[in-house]
């Protein structure tokens, strides 16, 4: 059921970040997405794998990456939550609206941060019932901005297994096998159902499936666009984990305060709904630009905001066993 938001902060006057790459075109809509891993499973005198520090390190990238207009994050639980909420008025220089869905879990749950307000959120329960899309649409100035995050199954909740005599109809007339496959078929309907709008829309998360499988395939199939890749940045190398976004461990600490990238394959994606003809603002993507906005891989680089990283007492080296993704698009 499609319900109103429920405000989590007050809004007041907005004030954007600024550009350091003078000359280049200014973003129009910007987003970044990570999967900020819980730490359920780490070590139990480690506060959830350091847990404060790395959302303190997430929320660096945040302003380094010039205070996107929207970050989604998933594999959310209450401490977190707090963490995020606790600091969301004050890590730019705007306040961020904090939104998580009625529905949770309370182990691994989406949250969004907005700049600008958000008037509607609603969540789609996918089969198996643990995992969710949280759609937000929100009062952008290029005009009303759906935004779609999820983290669908993985091995751990039977993301592989068959998806079995109870397998929507839906998905058994799309071809699913499998009960991640069906989750993407119930997403990208979902989105197709709601996105009643004329501007671009963008679905983000952790898909837990490669490109060129038939989950990646149910949103590029539509014709919605692997940002990642469409920006001309480079498939993921699994030798050198450059363009990898996943495969970093994460129940033992010791990855997490390592600088080395120990990723291997991409999972994580941002993909593009186009804007329809008649829409003011239409999408083109803008190319990478350090740690700034553009289009590329997110919190790509151990942490840059210390002389060095590592084991305590130094600075945490990464914030998630994931490596995030971000958009940056001008209008056209």
């Excluded at 038939?214 to 498939?235: H, I, K, M, S």
């Excluded at 990898?244 to 990855?255: N, Q």
């Excluded at 804007?275 to 942490?303: D, F, H, K, M, Y």
């Amino acid at each position: 059921m499609r319900t109103p938001r429920l405000w989590v902060g007050i809004a007041v006057a907005l004030v954007g970040c600024g550009d350091a790459n003078l000359g280049a075109p200014s973003p129009s809509i910007t987003l970044a997405n990570l999967n900020l891993v819980h730490g359920l499973f780490c070590p139990p005198d480690t506060d959830a794998c350091r847990l404060p520090d790395r959302v303190d390190l997430m929320l660096e990238f945040v302003r380094a990456a010039g205070c996107p207009d929207v970050v989604t994050l998933q594999e959310i639980w209450p401490p977190s939550a707090d963490l995020i909420e606790a600091r969301a008025g004050d890590v730019c220089p705007f306040p961020y609206e904090v939104v998580l869905g009625e529905i949770r879990t309370d182990v691994d749950d989406e949250l969004v941060l907005s700049r600008y307000p958000v008037e509607v959120v609603e969540q789609r329960p996918l089969f198996g019932r643990f995992r969710r899309v949280l759609w937000t649409r929100i009062a952008h100035p290029t005009g009303p901005l759906d935004v779609y995050s999820t983290h669908l199954a993985s091995g751990a909740d039977g993301g592989p297994n068959p998806c079995g005599e109870d397998c929507p109809s839906e998905c058994r007339a799309a071809g699913a096998e499998t009960v991640r496959d069906c989750q993407a078929v119930q997403m990208a309907e979902f989105i197709e159902r709601t996105h009643d709008v004329s501007a671009a829309a963008l679905a983000a998360g952790d898909f837990n499936a490669r490109p060129d499988s038939f989950v990646y395939r149910q949103f590029t199939d539509r014709g919605w666009g692997d940002t990642y890749l469409d920006a001309g940045n480079p498939e993921c190398d699994p030798a050198t984990g450059i363009g990898c976004t996943s495969g970093r461990e994460s129940e033992r600490l010791h990855e997490l305060e390592s600088p080395e990238l120990n990723v291997t394959h991409r999972i994580d994606f941002v993909f593009l709904i186009p804007a329809r003809p008649e829409a003011s603002c239409q999408p083109v993507l803008l190319p990478a630009r350090g740690l700034g906005p553009g289009t590329q891989l997110w919190s790509e680089v151990p942490n840059p905001f210390a002389p060095a990283c590592g084991p305590l007492p130094e600075p945490i080296c990464w914030a998630s066993d994931h490596t995030g993704v971000q958009v940056a698009l001008g209008c056209a």
